[in-house]
């Protein structure tokens, strides 16, 4: 339903309708709207970090990390257009603050792992951003937000990925610079 009736608000009835169920038997499972769209949060979470923690362990080069992770977010929102909705908050218009405020804490979250990448960059690479870290880090995640944005308003027609691999290079180009004491 969020993917099929993009802008359209949810409700417990059309949902219950949608499954083929009461509303009663939803709410057995569910004791409201707010816990079925928060079991749905968790799971986004659950899916991204998990995966966010392979590529720590796998992949030893901050550039690589990021654009990695950077990647792994784009993709999972293409592969899951209506819970996407629930990440640009589109699909959360009318619910409680609770909600979008969780989501906002995945961004957060998402954005100080890539902060932690880049701060550890220079200790472990001898790298660091042209930009303050913050920056930097904030810059390489609104690319990504502004993506998964243009996901949602072209109602999943405009790809996240779509130019992805060409538009990365271009944005990272001049992103780190070398510490002087690692140059001869």
Known sequence: ??????????????????VGVSEAA??????????????????????????INLIMNDEPAALARCHKILYLLLTFTERNPGITRLLT???????TERLRLRVAQMFDRLETQIRQILREAEIREGIRPNLPTTAAANLLMACAE????????????????????DQWPTLIQGFFKEELSHIS
Do not use: C, N
């Open 89 to 95: 908050g589109d699909a959360l218009t009318g619910e």
């Open 26 to 51: 939803l709410y057995r499972h569910f004791p409201s709207k707010s816990k079925m769209f928060e079991g749905l949060i968790e799971f986004i979470e659950d899916t991204i970090f998990s995966r």
């Open 146 to 165: 502004g993506r998964i944005a243009q996901y949602v308003r072209s109602e999943f027609k405009r790809r996240p990925t779509e130019y992805w691999d």
């Open 1 to 18: 339903m969020l993917e099929a009736s993009p802008g359209a608000r949810i409700t417990t009835a059309a949902l219950a309708k949608e």
